[in-house]
């Protein structure tokens, strides 16, 4: 089965072409993230405008570009080699979903196929189950089991969930006020780094990390609230304001700033693991995937592997390809596949409160 994918749930434009929820044919996104980096946050209207622009030439190149790919199709992809198309319907910016909605329902209608309409939180799970990816050096070994214990770690949401098998998801956990990308970002500017947070604070960090210094270093500057509580919960709320102190403490010089970058990843990425690992321990799952923009963080990766080496448990840890983990259109046209329920054009709409279990 061949899905279209099309995600546009905050500044990213994206379309893939995947078959079989697997191997992707082809993935195209454009992105306004530098236009919100001289801003240090996204604008709505800013990012919907770009992605009004964007969308037909995505799409276009998106199935263009599937010609190139092993289709065993003599001439290429053509519009009847399409099966469906899936779109992102929330959660998300209203201007952005709108805008790969209705094109997503115009096309349903112009090529006459069936929409399975995504939830982008689920999508960033099922970016997990990509497993062929053209020009990616990154290969997913691990054989994805049920049950599966799940983290999305995003710009907007930590949820920790447990997936019984496609389409049975239950909520273990999640945080009770920022998200974990979203403490990336906030910290980041306190720091006077750029949007989005989480790849510049972990570049930062990266430098202090090659220093010999920084190998006798304790990371451990900033609190790491509700670690030993006995729940799956996250609290990263309380991490800006310690950040903010420690920045008016002492005149902090560019010098300090990967010192800092690292005592903050080391906080998120340390509670974010903990929690994660007591999770593990006790629904004993077969498979636990990362996803989410945050699960492209070199030290979370690292941490999380060295943690699920350290059990004595039979778990097979999957991280996505990071560059499935931010916001693309492969995982959304991979989590259309696996719960594939169409629906008329007609009923879909875009939904910017849903949350990871469905409207509430
Ligand atoms: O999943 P995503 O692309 O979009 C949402 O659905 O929100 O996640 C974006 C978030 C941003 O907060 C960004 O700072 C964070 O993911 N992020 C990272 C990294 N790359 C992106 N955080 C830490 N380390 C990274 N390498
Ligand atoms: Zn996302």
Redesign the pocket.
């Known amino acids: 089965m061949i899905i279209l994918g099309i995600e546009t749930?905050?500044d990213?434009t994206s379309a893939s072409v995947v078959e079989n929820g697997r191997t992707v044919l082809s993935h195209v996104l454009a992105s306004s993230a530098h236009m919100h980096a001289k801003t240090g946050g996204i604008i709505p209207e800013m990012a919907a405008r770009e992605q009004v622009k964007a969308i037909i030439p995505v799409i276009r190149e998106a199935i263009e570009n599937s010609k190139e790919a092993k289709l065993g199709l003599p001439s290429g992809l053509k519009i009847e080699n399409l099966d469906a198309i899936g779109v992102t319907v929330g959660p998300?910016l209203i201007g952005s979903l709108l805008v790969g909605v209705e094109t997503a329902k115009t096309l349903a209608w112009i090529w006459n196929k069936p929409i399975v309409p995504v939830n982008?939180?689920l999508g960033?799970i099922y970016a997990n189950f990509i497993r062929e990816i053209p020009n990616d050096k990154f290969q997913m070994t691990n054989e994805i089991l049920f049950p599966a214990l799940a983290l999305v770690?995003?710009?907007?949401?930590t949820d920790l969930v447990l997936m019984r098998d496609h389409g049975k998801v239950e909520w273990i956990g999640g945080t009770r006020d920022d998200?974990?990308?979203?403490a990336?970002?906030k910290t980041?500017r306190l720091l006077g780094l750029p949007?989005?947070?989480?790849?510049?604070?972990?570049a930062a960090a990266e430098k202090f990390q090659i220093t010999s210094a920084s190998r006798r270093t304790q990371l451990n500057l900033f609190p790491r609230p509700m670690i030993n509580e006995d729940n799956f919960d996250w609290s990263f709320s309380g991490l800006k304001t310690a950040v903010a102190r420690e920045v008016q403490k002492r005149n902090i010089s560019p010098n300090d700033i990967p010192r800092l970058a690292a005592e903050v990843?080391e906080a998120?990425v340390d509670v974010l693991t903990q929690k994660v690992i007591r999770a593990a321990k006790k629904f004993k799952p077969k498979s636990l995937l990362l996803?989410?923009?945050?699960a492209?963080?070199?030290r979370?990766r690292e941490k999380m592997r060295l943690a699920i080496g350290h059990l004595s448990l039979d778990i097979k840890l999957s991280i996505a390809s990071?560059q499935f983990?931010?916001?693309n259109a492969s995982m959304i046209a991979a989590a259309a596949y696996y719960n594939y329920k169409q629906v008329s054009w007609k009923k879909v709409t875009a939904i910017p409160g849903l949350t990871i279990l469905g409207e509430t």
């Open positions: 749930s905050c990213e998300g982008h939180l960033h770690v995003s710009g907007g949401h998200a974990a990308g979203e990336f970002d980041a949007y989005p947070g989480g790849p510049a604070i972990s990843q998120i996803g989410g923009g945050v492209a963080n070199g979370l990071p983990c931010t916001d």
